[in-house]
Every structure is written in C-alpha cells, then in structure tokens.
C-alpha cells in the first residue's frame, strides 16, 4: 500500500533521528518533492531578510539547473593549506555516509548538496577583504529549491541531534511550506545608485606588468596572470537581488552565481567552467585570449577573425589546453579535445574557447578534479607554482574567492564548478570588481590595462557603473 508523502517524510525524519541517538552524533536528514515551478530569483528573494549571509544562487549557462539556497544547517570549512580540497570532501561524506533521505531520488541537484568555494592561493588566506570567507567555504542549506530541465525540486535539510524534538522538525516543514505560499510574490527591486568608482593602483598596476615582462625575458617564467581591483561606491546598501537579475538579462551564456556570507556577498557571471561530473563523464573548458565586441556585425566578425590569428592569445590558449588536457588524463580513461578553438561571444567580450570531454576512472571524485585543475594558466600562469609564488609577491591584491572555484556537488557525486571571475564582493553600500589579464614576455601594460577594464564591464553593467570602452 502506497504511503502519503506527509508520513514517509515524517517516517524518514523519525529514523534519522533515531539514528542520530544510536551513533551520538548528528545525523543529515533530507526530504525532497516535486513542486509547481517557482521563480527561482524570487525565492532567493523571500529569504533576504530571514536569511541575509546564508543564501546562495547558481545557474549554469544551458539553463539546465538553477539552484537557490536559503539557511545553513551546517557549514565545512578546512584550514588553508593544500590538503584543503580533501578535507571539505572527507567531512562531506562522512555527513553523507549517515544521511537519511525521503522523497524523490535521483534527481542531480537535488537532496543533501554541498555549495561553497576555494580561494585562489590558500597561502595567502590573511584577508580583511575576504574574512567572512576565509580561504575556503561550504555549507548545506536548509531549503533549497532546483529548477532540473524545467522542473521544480523543492529540498528540506535538516541536521538531527541526540537531543533533537520532533515537534522541531515539524515547525521547520510547516515553515517550508509558508515559504512557498505566502512569500514569492514578485517584489520591485530598487536599482543600485553610483555615488563613485576608482580604480585600485593603476599606475603601480601598469608598473608591475612590465616588471614581469622583464622577468620573463630572463627566466622559465612562461606566463604569469595580474589582476586588479576596481571599487565602486552606492548611495545605499547594494541589493544582491537586482544584480542577480540583470546579470540573467545581459549574461545568459555565463554560469550567474551569488554566494553569501555574514554581511558580504560574491557575485558574478563568469563565461569559465572548471570541471563538471556526470556520472562518469567529465567536462572542461579552456578559455583564454581575449578581445573586446565590435560595434557593428562586421567589426564583430573582423575582431573574432583577428582573435583567432593573433599569436599571443593562441600561444595563451594552448598553455590552457594543454595544461587541463594533461590534469586530466591523470584522472580519466578517455578525452576528447578539439583541433582548433571556436569563439565564445558573450555581451561585452569574446575569447578563445576549446570544450574538453573525458571519461573518469571510476573513483575519481569531482574534488578530484577541481585539486588538479585549479588554477588553471588563464587564472595563474606557467610554470604552474612559480606563477602561483610570483603573483603572491608582486600582485598586491587580495584575491580571495576571486579566480577560485565556485560551485557545488551532490550527494550522487555529480557537481559543477565554475571560476570565479568576472565577479564582486559586495560588501554594504561598496563592491570590489577584480579582473586579470595573461601577461607574456611580449605583452604591453597599457594593452594589458585595457583588456582588463573590458573585463570588469559585466559587473559594472549590472551594478549600475560607468563602463570601460
């Protein structure tokens, strides 16, 4: 005979919790159903106030999964330093391992998930920029809603003490439910007024680059990646929602993504996947070299066409394809990458762009993966740790989550990662915009500089500021 939902969640709860007293420790409890599809900005929206400094937002650039975060039942967090990566995964199975889970099965996105980041160097974690993040963050949430192919998900997680009461439990489900009837109306939101913007050291920035020319043309220093730091000022406190909005109207071929923070906010839509995981299949992308839209279709075609001869940027592209072609068959059977790059053209920019496929032996973890690949040469440089040990000592920035790996995984073993470019930190009525550039040996600063301000027009279009020609 066939249970009503209602009594295999509470079924599935009253296990958990059983559990929880017999093991002595908490015990991850999940339920998810099938639901009428809601507005997935709208329900990030609904837990602004509730949930300021717990939401986060994730959308990839097919549309195939939107993900929408609210509350944080339990965060992972690893101390900086290279065994980072396996120890946010190791604690994420060990909560897994002891899970119960109620409702719709198999769904990718969907039941216990994990979202968060890395830094870019976890070296240089002593950040007042980035403290409400530290060198890496993750945490499962306490609602969450999944649009999967056009169909809604909505999941409850909830972390079962010893000492834990039902009737707790109970309250938290029927709140889930007030959630979904009563708040995601579609409210205005106010539009982000620019009091000012200033670029962060641009002649010092202009100083370094040629200072790492110089180095390269007398060292086995290949590349090494320089980003700066643009600060824009609002009238009052920056709405993450508004910015989330615009960036799905002007940036819909980039995964859009926002992630809270106590009262910080990252933000941005970036064009660059680092790894996905679907069952045994894995994809990448390299992506670097780069030249600004033309104002016309023929312009356009004419920097695209120009793009694809330049030597610089198909000698920056290579270093990328290699690079990740060769992380890669660490960790895979077969891969499967393009002869030549295509275009990518996205609102205010278009790069070089090669989609990697492999097949992953059958243990790799999509960890894994991210440990090998990040960061990339687009992000860093080559060789590899000389570029990482340069960065930290001539860039002057404080990167943070900026340049690092953003996104999620399931308790299936699926995810995504996407790199945390073309982003802000939005912190109270002030944004810090980052955006780097690949510096070779025969690279010119003040081609350098103008690449990079085409690069921080993205967040600067959506927030409101004066853009870069």
């Not at 990328?320 to 960790?331: F, P």
Request: with cysteine; proline share 4%; hydrophobic share 40%.
């Amino acid at each position: 005979m066939a249970i009503s939902e209602e009594t295999e969640q509470l079924q599935g709860l009253a296990f958990a919790m059983q559990r929880a007293k017999e093991r002595n420790e908490s015990v991850l409890f999940s339920h998810v159903k099938k639901i009428e599809y809601k507005n997935p900005l709208s329900f990030y929206q609904a837990g602004r106030e509730q949930y300021a400094g717990e939401r986060f937002f994730w959308q990839d650039p097919a549309k195939e999964i939107t993900i929408t975060g609210l509350g944080n039942i339990k965060k992972l967090q690893a101390t900086a330093s290279a065994n980072r990566y396996k120890q946010v995964e190791k604690c994420w199975l060990k909560l897994q391992n002891a899970a119960v889970q109620s409702g719709v099965r198999d769904v990718d996105a969907t039941g216990p998930l994990l979202f968060g980041g890395f830094s870019f160097d976890y070296e240089q974690s002593s950040s007042l920029l980035w403290n409400q993040f530290g060198d890496n963050l993750f945490y499962i949430p306490a609602y969450m809603l999944s649009i999967v192919k056009g169909e809604a998900y909505l999941t409850t997680n909830i972390l079962c003490s010893p000492e834990d009461q039902e009737q707790l439990f109970i309250h938290m489900i029927n709140e889930r439910e007030e959630f979904l009837v009563e708040r995601l109306e579609n409210k205005e939101v106010p539009t982000n007024v620019l009091v000012e913007q200033r670029e962060i050291r641009p002649t010092e920035w202009k100083q370094t680059v040629a200072k790492a020319v110089d180095e390269m043309r007398h060292s086995d220093l290949d590349k090494i990646v320089l980003a700066r730091e643009l600060r824009v000022v609002f009238q009052d406190r920056i709405v993450s929602e508004k910015v989330l909005e615009t960036l799905m109207v002007e940036q819909p071929t980039s995964y859009i993504f926002s992630f809270e923070a106590g009262g910080d906010c990252f933000i941005g839509a970036t064009p660059e996947q680092l790894i996905k995981k679907k069952g045994n299949e894995v994809f990448s992308v390299c992506l670097a070299g780069s030249i600004a839209r033309g104002k016309s279709e023929e312009e356009d075609t004419q920097l695209g066409n120009e793009l694809l001869h330049d030597s610089k940027n198909r000698m920056e592209h290579q270093y990328v394809v290699s690079m990740i072609t060769n992380a890669l068959q660490t960790l895979c059977e077969e891969i499967i990458v393009p002869d030549e790059p295509e275009l990518m053209k996205i609102r205010h920019i278009q790069h070089l762009y090669t989609p990697v496929k492999g097949m992953c032996v059958g243990d790799a973890t999509i960890f894994d993966f991210v440990e090998k690949l990040h960061p990339t040469p687009a992000m860093g440089g080559l060789p590899k740790e000389k570029a990482i040990v340069r960065i930290r000592e001539i860039e002057g920035l404080e990167r943070g989550l900026y340049a690092g790996p953003l996104g999620w995984v399931d308790s299936y073993g699926n995810g995504e990662f996407a790199v945390g470019i073309r982003s802000a930190l939005l912190q109270g009525n002030e944004a810090s915009l980052f955006a780097g550039c690949g510096v070779l040996e025969d690279s010119l600063p003040e081609s350098e500089y103008q690449e990079t301000g085409i690069k921080f027009n993205p967040m600067l279009s959506a927030l409101g500021g004066h853009l870069h020609d």
